[in-house]
């Protein structure tokens, strides 16, 4: 570090202490450091040592419990007057941070708004919040996902989508912890590369990592243990002070890696080719495998391969090209499209035999295949649930039908092969994200599978961490066990496996399975073109105009009772349908358990109403038709209600739909309404449905994949599994809660701020064609 950067404080804390238990225990214990303008420094140290917590004192997120911080030469906490929210609100302008977990940063489904909400918040002129999105998308290669959803990007994808959020603010201090934890070799190269170039204009940077070489370009390293720093170093002087990691033994095959350094691509060459192995007892076979996303992207395409009984295969690739998908399938927590998979002896999926849909495994196999097959999921928070540590590593044995001491042992063996014994009795949620990894692991091994699926298994963990699940790992495989691990650390896929694969991302060419039509529609939405109903008229709507006429007719609906005014409702529904681009088909998947629920409700009507002539007579209950016409009419206007509803949904962004409400209660604001804030908690509630719905579905995996009943179990065990996972959704939704204020505080959200729009509403002449129309509709509903 030059002398002119140490002159200047960004950052000073001083005997800070700070704990989550009110003082049992101290996550930091007299840590006094300063952080220099325009330095990049760098937090290493193993998992739990207080880092992440440092990191967000830093940014001015959380208070200490004692001791002063100040913040870009605001002094925001000391012992004697405790925190100060006014400096710390100046301060955060000045301040970004990226989180762990890029999911709880994300406060839109579009990632182009999501990047705009810092950039509004600071009051930016339109002008420069446009710069600034293209800038960071561009940045973190995100540049052709602007109008993409980010709650529904692979992990790796939403860092990189939280990272350009981020630089969008334009900090004068950014505070990434561990930033390039799920990302790819190639992503995380763009990362530091962006750093380098912030760095170069004078940003403070301050990044926690447990990659050593991201340390190479610090200018200081502060390792922590234990709530310490205990050494301050140059990159220069020495190395990073963690340990190595012992080099694996274990021969890698010499066909996975070619002479320029690039991997056999997973479905096209290599995985069958081996003919001295393929008449061997295969543990995983996977033929002509294709899936596809909701959302019409297919993403695994014609995927055939086998990995034999024993044998370790690493699976590598770029974010999104359907890794964590693929384990997904592996562990029947999915369903595909077309193509067989068996695991374990047991057919996950089945093709058809000549034409239909896949057969995939009844309620038997799925039981065979809990008790065979181990997953660990990307996210560890997602597979955690019980009260302790000892709890939740103990509910897979318990599912096997062991015995209490069968259990403890299994328990104990658990937790002393991957060091955290100390750990049995505290709660998985307060535990740091790498401890959480180790616990979520745990739980896995204590099933003794036979095929165990890891899903980044090291990621976030510190180098003794990751040496322990390579130790494990090589005990498994002397054991026998056969594991597809999925990795992007390139140097550990190579030192553990037998064969080293490659998942093709969009770009990569791959054999078509597909019928011609589904492949010219996948092909539009793989190449960045929108769905057609996002280029529709109605799409293009003013959302105002579009919310106030949608809800207009929607309610119009109500007040049709005669077959005239329904054919006039049904004409005007199908027109908004056709003027949408919406494939009515596609329409009615996504509609058709409500319609069904409303068939149901309209049958009452039938013997509940007794005037008109009757129809057909059961004893004491009858049919009349004024029973059968009114049944028709209540469940066809609920029906277009239904629909029209749907298709506004469909055709309006949720930061379209907060903005247009905020607009239209804008002029409430002269009574003392807070419309901005009622539009926020809107917004946020929008963005937390996706959230909840990901969440309850983790956790359902997560007991599913170690052989809960609320898979497997009969109807009334599977009705208590389900009763029994409310807590856990809770105890998470509280979780992502808490840390989706803490975003709103990093993007400088604060009440009553006056905010500037990205998006700028401007009706135009189509607004007022849609408007006459649905005022002509209700003109002629009233006169039917």
Known sequence: MNSSKAQTPAAELNHIRFSYDHGSTWALDD?????????????????????STLARLIAGLTAPDAGAVTLLGHTVYTSSAGPNAVEYRAARRGIGMVFQNPEDQIVTTVIEDDVAFGPENLGLERLHIGERIESSLKAVGLASHRASDPTRMSGGQQQ???????????????????????????????????????????????HVTHHAD???????????????????VSPHDA??????????????????????????????????????????????????????????????????????????????????????????????????????????????????????????????????????VGYVMQHPEHQLFADTVADDVAYGPRNQKLDEAQVEARVNHALEALHIKHLANHSPFDLSGGQQRLVAIAGVVACQPEVLIMDEPTASLDVRARARIH?????????????????????????????????????????????????????????????SHELSYVSRLDPRVKMVGFLAAMFTMFAVNTPVQLILGAAVTFGIIAAARIHPIQLFAAIHPILALLAV????????VRTGGTLVGLGPLSITSDGVMIAVLYACRFALVIILGAVFLWTTTPTAMTDAFESLLHPLQRIGLHTQEIALVMSLALRFIPTLTGETKSIIDAQAARGGSVETGSLGQRVKAMSAIIVPVFAGTLRHANNLSLALDARCYEEG????????????????????????YIVAIVLL
């Open 31 to 51: 840590v006094s450091l300063t952080v220099y303008t325009g330095e990049r420094l760098c937090l290493v140290g193993p998992n739990g040592s207080g880092k």
């Open 160 to 206: 990189r989508a939280a990272i350009a959020g981020m630089l969008a603010m334009n900090p004068a201090i950014l505070v990434l912890d561990e930033p390039t934890a799920m990302l790819d070799e190639t992503a995380r190269a763009e990362v530091m590369t962006v750093l380098d170039t912030l760095q170069a204009r004078g940003t403070t940077i301050v």
């Open 214 to 232: 991201e340390t190479l370009r610090a200018d200081r390293i502060v390792h922590m243990e234990q709530g310490h720093i205990v050494e301050i």
């Open 239 to 372: 190395p990073c002070p963690e340990p190595g990691v012992r080099r694996s033994a274990v021969a890698v095959e010499t066909s996975a890696s070619s002479a320029d350094g690039n991997l056999p691509l997973l479905g096209e060459r290599g995985l069958e080719s081996d003919s001295a192995a393929v008449h061997s007892p295969a543990s995983i076979r996977v033929e002509h495998l294709q899936y596809r996303y909701g959302s019409g992207r297919t993403v695994i395409r014609d995927l055939s391969f086998r990995v034999e009984q024993g044998e370790t295969l690493a699976i590598m690739g770029a974010n999104g090209s359907g890794k964590s998908t693929l384990a997904k399938l592996l562990c029947a927590l999915g369903r595909p499209v077309s193509g067989s998979i068996e695991v374990a002896g047991v057919p996950v999926s089945q093709a058809p035999k000549r034409t239909g849909k896949p057969r995939y495994a009844n309620r038997r196999q799925l039981t065979q295949l809990r008790s065979r």
């Open 471 to 531: 130790e494990l790992i090589r005990t498994l495989q002397r054991q026998g066990v056969t594991i597809v691990m999925i990795t992007h650390d390139r140097a550990e896929a190579f030192a553990l496996a037998n064969r080293v694969v490659c998942m093709p991302d969009e770009h990569e060419t791959m054999r078509e399975t597909s019928s011609q039509t589904n492949a010219s529609a996948t092909s539009q939405l793989e190449d960045g073109a929108k769905p």
């Open 601 to 608: 409700m309209s049958l009452t009507n039938l013997v509940v």
């Open 753 to 776: 701020i006056t905010r500037t729009h990205w998006r700028v509403f401007s009706p135009g002449p189509a607004d007022a064609v849609f408007g006459a129309v649905i005022l002509a």
